[in-house]
T-cell receptor
Framework: AAGVIQSPRHLIKEKRETATLKCYPI?????VYWYQQGPGQDPQFLISFYEKMQSDKGSIPDRFSAQQFSDYHSELNMSSLELGDSALYFCASSYSGRSNTGELFFGEGSRLTVL | AQSVAQPEDQVNVAEGNPLTVKCTYS??????LFWYVQYPNRGLQFLLKYITGDNLVKGSYGFEAEFNKSQTSFHLKKPSALVSDSALYFCAVRDNFGNEKLTFGTGTRLTIIP
């Protein structure tokens, strides 16, 4: 079965640079969620999109932005990177319709290292 | 606001013994509760969920969890631990079934001792 695809899996950037992470949800899923997991931390919710509109916003820094495109894939753009942005970034997807099973399906994550 | 608490950062269990990973929740309405497992440098894998119905839910890899409304708990259990069960376990809660996010607990590192 198709899963959530994230790219790149690993990314190394310098401080003050920009990074873009991509997420391809499971086919037919209409909602995408972004989470940030720092070392030894639990996943923290950043932002979500439903049908290409922002549906919820968590602890996402102003330096970050995201969007969901017409094909439902999503991109997380991070600018002016700081050392503290080094983390594992997860994308998850779900379907909100009648066959919604409740759980979110997570990708393998993109590991961002800021030097 | 919804939240879950995992009171134990670390749980050690001998192989073959039963294991329990604790979770308590706080929600304003009906709780939708989940357990996920994370292996090193990997994504979060869904184990099981409680939506409605039987308080004892069974999931992947022989895990089960018991929903206890009076104690607001959703402890993860397994009758006989395997070394391969060693991982990071997260309890999570959702407010409803629409497009609501999951809120995670702080995680419990389970180590199974051979």
């Amino acid at each position: 079965a198709a899963g959530v695809i994230q790219s790149p899996r690993h990314l190394i950037k310098e401080k003050r640079e920009t990074a873009t992470l991509k997420c391809y949800p499971i086919p037919r899923h209409d909602t995408v969620y972004w989470y940030q997991q720092g070392p030894g931390q639990d996943p923290q919710f950043l932002i979500s999109f439903y049908e290409k509109m922002q549906s919820d916003k968590g602890s996402i820094p102003d330096r970050f932005s995201a969007q969901q495109f017409s094909d439902y894939h999503s991109e997380l753009n991070m600018s002016s990177l700081e050392l503290g942005d080094s983390a594992l970034y997860f994308c998850a997807s779900s379907y909100s319709g009648r066959s919604n099973t409740g759980e979110l399906f997570f990708g393998e994550g993109s590991r961002l290292t800021v030097l | 606001a919804q939240s879950v608490a995992q009171p134990e950062d670390q749980v050690n269990v001998a192989e073959g013994n039963p294991l329990t990973v604790k979770c308590t929740y706080s929600v304003s309405g009906n709780p939708y509760l989940f357990w996920y497992v994370q292996y090193p440098n990997r994504g979060l894998q869904f184990l099981l969920k409680y939506i409605t119905g039987d308080n004892l839910v069974k999931g992947s890899y022989g895990f089960e969890a018991e929903f206890n409304k009076s104690q607001t708990s959703f402890h993860l259990k397994k009758p006989s631990a395997l070394v391969s069960d060693s991982a990071l376990y997260f309890c999570a809660v959702r407010d409803n079934f629409g497009n609501e996010k999951l809120t995670f607990g702080t995680g419990t590192r389970l180590t199974i001792i051979p």
